[in-house]
């Protein structure tokens, strides 16, 4: 299955209320991305997933990431089949997830800054603020800065997904 027909099939529509700004987290933790996202318990389908492509090691490891997590509520917009063939293809599965993943502890007050991040999948994400919203593409950045020991996470509205 081309990537593009899976863009597709995740394109998911954003809300027209104007948002509001994101939440920060500022409690520290001690625990890697995984054990933070496991302790959340909103991020039960991307721990999964992380786990299922074999992306848990690196994600627990002692390099700095900045993970922008999809709730499991973002998963649930994302049609049944499209994810049964995300699980069914690792390497499809591998570069959706790590699309969601930038090199070195990235926090909101520098992610603002940015007008786009490199993913370690390869392409870019979009950065973009406006009204008070955090935008990834077109997810909406609704907390920020939930500290690990080996970087930090921002929940977002929805999956991101890497062009073709």
């Given at each position: 299955?081309?990537?593009v027909?899976v863009?597709?099939?995740?394109a ?11 939440q920060?987290?500022?409690g520290a933790?001690s625990?890697?991305?995984v054990q ?5 318990g ?5 721990v999964k997933?992380v786990?299922?492509?074999g992306?848990?090691?690196a994600l627990?490891g002692?390099?700095k990431l900045?993970?922008?997590?999809p709730t ?8 049944p ?7 069914a ?9 790590l699309?969601h993943v930038v090199?070195?502890k ?5 992610v ?35 500290g ?9 509205d929805s999956?991101?997904?890497?062009p073709?």
């Amino acid at each position: 299955m081309k990537l593009v027909a899976v863009a597709a099939l995740l394109a998911v529509a954003i809300p027209a209320a104007a948002p509001a700004a994101p939440q920060r987290d500022t409690g520290a933790r001690s625990g890697t991305i995984v054990q933070t996202a496991v302790a959340a318990g909103q991020f039960t389908t991307l721990v999964k997933l992380v786990k299922q492509a074999g992306l848990a090691p690196a994600l627990s490891g002692t390099t700095k990431l900045t993970v922008f997590a999809p709730t499991d509520a973002a998963f649930r917009k994302v049609p049944p089949a499209t994810l049964a063939k995300l699980r069914a293809n690792t390497a499809l599965l591998k570069r959706v997830l790590l699309y969601h993943v930038v090199k070195g502890k990235v926090t909101a007050a520098q992610v603002v800054k940015l007008s786009s991040a490199k993913t370690l999948a390869g392409p870019s994400v979009r950065i973009r603020v406006t009204g008070g919203a955090v935008r990834v593409n077109s997810a909406r950045v609704t907390k920020t800065d939930i500290g690990a020991s080996n970087g930090v996470i921002h929940v977002i509205d929805s999956v991101l997904i890497p062009p073709a």
